[in-house]
């Protein structure tokens, strides 16, 4: 079996978010860069499906060279080789369109990535990147288990979930329950330091750019309320805050 | 400009959000916008799309959620009507319809839009980013646009007539996938749409001490939801689990009992118009995000609320 990772190079989930050149740029400064939450699922399950099935693993990111350290992660924890595609990553359809381009005629039988990224949160790529290839497409997808040349995956709807049973090759968009995130070991990361990593020029354009950023207006103190009078409470969200 | 929205349905009519893309879309140059809806409906509730803008209802009677399918019927209502302008609301479902259609088409998609888009110069969008940690501004190029826009981010409130409702067909094509089994928790206020959420964490100290929350969601007509350690402990469904990682809400009203506050549990909930915390510890982080708040035990908190709120 053949995997393709696709995972994003974002800023840790407890980064103070903050702008620099007129609030047109993200502020790096001080910025702990992590593999996106959701994408640490997917390789996690990936990875799982090598040791249970056998297959190779490849990963992939579209980012600059920054990207690399997380990267190695992914290889430390059990990918055996990786790609990157040398740009930054400008819009969902740009990301979308460079891992259809790598990914085209290769064999994959599964393309896993997480249901979302955690800084802009589109939560568009894998269905995209499957309409691409004329793949089907699912998320967010919480088991996945291989047969043959069938999937089956419980994917979560609105208030409960779905099972599903699909041919592969197939697109999907990962989240927690699929597996356990994992941590590499110090073989992992000696012989992550020796796996292939090929670094290929991106095709094609973004179709959106961002003018500028702004942060949300700061939040008014917190009304506390005594416990032994907690049910005024109640009068307060009905008669100040109106929400009652 | 031609505008189609893209809708979901629950229990037969048009879920709330949706409405309000709806609406959305009927503000975008004033032309009336057509609704696509695909599952199960009546037609009377269809028609009330026209109460919120809509002048057309197409609609694809389908039996199950299949995203293939479903993004074949938008697309095949794109190509019917012309679209330029694809609008639906921010949702799982709508992420995986909305995206394969967009990778179809080559066309800009960007989601969590939180205002109407300017269109004094090109077109430019306001969008929640980092969840719900700022905002970006972002034009969009291509000559077909999809917009996803945050749950309660427009009023939608019933004026105008009905709109019209045409059954629409298409080739459907499940791309070799079938849906087996679904499981829905049923007669449940749905999460992500509710009103008033009432959540609870690793405070609450197991499943079995549940119901004084649950008295009080149910006194208030509220869903329930829960930090991610509850869902990963098993003491409440994981479609409960709220935050960074899980369901993003954005209700009027959100009651946190016994959650500290992490940043990743903020982060789903940051969009909440008014924010009440019950915890022990006067520290407790979550205090710093919040409208108002009670430093005490939940298990004499809520019960309090709940007599309060009954008594409504
Ligand atoms: C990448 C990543 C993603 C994450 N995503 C999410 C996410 O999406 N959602 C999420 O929730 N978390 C997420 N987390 C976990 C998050 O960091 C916190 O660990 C989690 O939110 C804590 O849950 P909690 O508040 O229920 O538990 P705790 O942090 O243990 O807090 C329990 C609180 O209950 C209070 N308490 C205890 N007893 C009582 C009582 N009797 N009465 C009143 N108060 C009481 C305590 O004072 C404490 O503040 C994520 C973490 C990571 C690393």
Redesign the pocket.
């Known amino acids: 079996m053949k995997i393709l990772v696709c995972i994003s190079n974002v800023p840790?989930?407890?980064a103070r978010i903050a702008f620099e050149d007129n609030n047109t740029k993200f502020s790096k400064n001080g910025v702990q860069y992590?593999i996106g939450?959701y994408d640490?699922y997917a390789l996690a399950r990936a990875v799982e499906l090598k040791e249970t099935h056998g297959a190779q693993v490849t990963v992939l990111n579209v980012g600059l060279a920054d990207s690399e350290p997380q990267i190695r992660k992914a290889l430390a924890i059990g990918a055996d080789d990786a790609v990157r595609v040398d740009a930054e990553p400008t819009d969902s359809y740009f990301v979308a369109t460079q891992i259809a381009a790598y990914a085209e005629g290769k064999g994959f039988d599964l393309i896993l990535m997480g249901r979302e990224t955690?800084d802009y949160n589109s939560g568009v790529v894998h269905g995209m990147v499957a309409a691409m290839l004329g793949l089907p497409s699912f998320s967010p997808v919480m088991e996945l288990t291989v047969e043959g040349s069938k999937a089956i995956i419980s994917k979560e709807i609105e208030g409960g979930k779905q099972k599903i049973e699909t041919a592969i090759p197939a697109v999907m968009g990962c989240q927690e329950p699929i597996a356990e995130w994992k941590i590499p070991n110090m073989r992992g990361i000696m012989a992550a330091r020796t796996k292939p990593l090929q670094v290929i020029p991106a095709v094609g354009s973004a179709l959106t750019g961002i003018i500028n950023y702004e942060l949300p207006p700061a939040k008014g103190a917190c009304k506390m309320i005594p416990a032994e009078e907690a049910g005024t409470l109640i009068k307060l969200l009905q008669i100040e805050a109106k929400v009652l | 400009m031609s505008i189609l929205i893209f809708t979901e349905l629950a229990d037969g009519k048009f879920k709330k959000s949706s409405l309000e893309a709806i609406s959305y879309g009927s503000k975008i140059d004033g032309s009336a916008p057509v609704v696509l809806a695909v599952g199960t409906a009546d037609e009377t509730s269809l028609a009330e799309a026209g109460q919120y803008g809509a002048s057309k209802v197409l609609f694809s009677s389908q039996e199950q959620e299949n995203i293939m399918v479903y993004s074949q019927a938008l697309l095949k209502a794109i190509e019917t009507t012309g679209a330029k302008v694809i609008v639906s609301v921010k949702s799982a479902l709508a992420d995986a319809v909305m995206a394969r259609a967009a990778g179809t088409l080559k066309a800009a998609l960007i989601g969590n839009v939180t205002e109407l888009p300017d269109t004094t110069n090109g077109f430019v969008v306001k969008n929640s980013i980092f969840s719900g940690k700022a905002f970006a501004k972002t034009e969009m190029k291509s000559e077909v646009k999809f917009l996803q826009i945050k749950k309660n981010v427009v009023e939608a409130s019933p004026e105008g007539g009905n709109a019209t409702v045409e059954n629409f067909n298409f080739a459907a094509d499940a791309m070799g996938s079938s849906i087996i089994e679904t499981q829905k928790a049923s007669g449940q206020l749905s999460l992500p749409e509710a009103d008033i959420v009432v959540s609870?964490?690793?405070?609450?100290?197991g499943p079995e001490h549940w119901q004084p929350l649950l008295d009080l969601a149910q006194a208030l007509g509220a869903a329930t939801g829960?930090?991610?350690?509850?869902s990963d402990l098993d003491w409440r469904p994981h479609h409960e689990?709220?935050?960074?990682?899980?369901v993003k809400v954005a209700p009027n009203l959100y009651i946190a009992?016994?959650?500290?506050?992490?940043?990743?549990?903020l982060?789903?909930v940051n969009a909440s118009k008014v924010i009440v915390v019950?915890?022990?510890?006067p520290e407790?982080?979550?205090f710093k995000a919040a409208d108002y708040g009670i430093v005490?035990?939940?298990?004499?908190?809520l019960p309090k609320l709940t007599e309060a709120a009954k008594a409504l």
């Open positions: 840790d989930t407890t992590i939450a640490d955690t | 609870g964490g690793r405070g609450m100290k829960c930090s991610k350690p509850v689990h709220v935050g960074q990682t899980g009992c016994g959650i500290s506050g992490a940043i990743q549990h982060a789903g019950i915890n022990k510890d407790a982080p979550f005490g035990d939940v298990f004499e908190v």
